[in-house]
């Protein structure tokens, strides 16, 4: 997330971690993807409990 921040507000150049993994190459991308997923998985977990019988 500081990296992606850094690109979007500090200019061109500002981000200096060097990496190929892709979150580091996708900084934007990555930011937005990974709270998306995580969202979408627990609420699918709560949807489920919620409509599950109580025990």
């Given at each position: 997330m500081?990296?992606?921040?850094?690109?979007?507000?500090?200019?061109?150049g500002a981000a200096t971690a060097v990496s190929d993994a892709w979150p580091m190459r996708h900084l934007v991308l990555a930011s937005v993807l990974w709270p998306a997923l995580i969202t979408g998985v627990f609420r699918s977990?709560?949807?489920?409990?919620?409509r599950s019988p109580a025990a």
């Open positions: 500081a990296a992606a921040r850094r690109e979007l507000f500090a200019g061109p977990w709560a949807v489920h409990r919620s």
